[in-house]
């Protein structure tokens, strides 16, 4: 595990009662701004889903 980085988390504080679509962002910036913790699994699998159905769109929307 990586270092964590403290003043990130000062300004984004986690909601003890987020919803998955309040959790999705704030874990998309925390992987890139810290490491002290890995997305959960459900979390990372869910958005790798969403990636992946928002890539088709864009293709359809393209041809
Ligand atoms: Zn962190």
Redesign the pocket.
Known sequence: MGQ??KA??ARNPTADRATFEERRPWHER?AK?????QMPVRTAAELAKRKKMAAARTTRRAT
């Open positions: 964590m980085n990130w988390h925390h701004a810290c490491g002290c913790r």
